[in-house]
């Protein structure tokens, strides 16, 4: 039933490619709705971070890239901004609960993400270390606008 309303939805657009762009929006936002539905949520300022998962991969050199997923959403009534602009320059980053590890790569484009209120975004943060798999691991959150962390697992 849900592929007829979103074919009802995207009938208004004339053209294939104002339809088709219609449908993998809608396809998106089923997408994002499912995994903030299924994970675990921190709310920081007025941003819910919704913890999808991680993965992590070993590298050649004995490190692990690990890569966690995110969906985040802004709760507030004005725009938000994400700010990370370089590995030394960012407001977000990885614990051990002692030190503090910078990102490797991330999805934010140019070093910030602006979020629209109650528009969802998908966000990935890759970090690249070798992980003592005894110790506790969060994410951190060191905006203006909000600062918290929150647990992340490594496998």
């Known amino acids: 039933s849900n592929q007829i309303n979103s074919d009802k939805q995207c009938n208004k657009f004339t053209t294939s490619a104002e339809k088709e762009t219609c449908l993998e929006q809608l396809a998106y936002d089923e997408k994002i709705k499912n995994s903030m539905k299924n994970s675990i949520s921190s709310v920081i300022g007025p941003v819910t971070f919704y913890y999808v998962n991680s993965e992590s991969q070993k590298a050649d050199d004995g490190k692990t890239i690990l890569t966690i997923h995110f969906a985040v959403q802004n709760n507030g009534n004005q725009e938000v901004t994400m700010t990370c602009q370089r590995p030394d320059s960012c407001n977000y980053a990885l614990s051990d609960g002692q030190n503090e590890i910078p990102y490797s790569t991330n999805t934010l484009v140019y070093g910030s993400l602006t979020l629209i209120p109650n528009s969802p975004k998908f966000l990935d ?31």
Do not use: A, H, R
């Not at 943060?125 to 962390?149: A, C, I, M, Q, R």
């Open 125 to 155: 943060w890759t970090f690249y270390n070798t992980f003592d798999l005894s110790k506790n691991y969060s994410f951190l959150v060191k905006e203006s606008w909000g600062t918290g962390s929150m647990p992340v697992k490594i496998s």
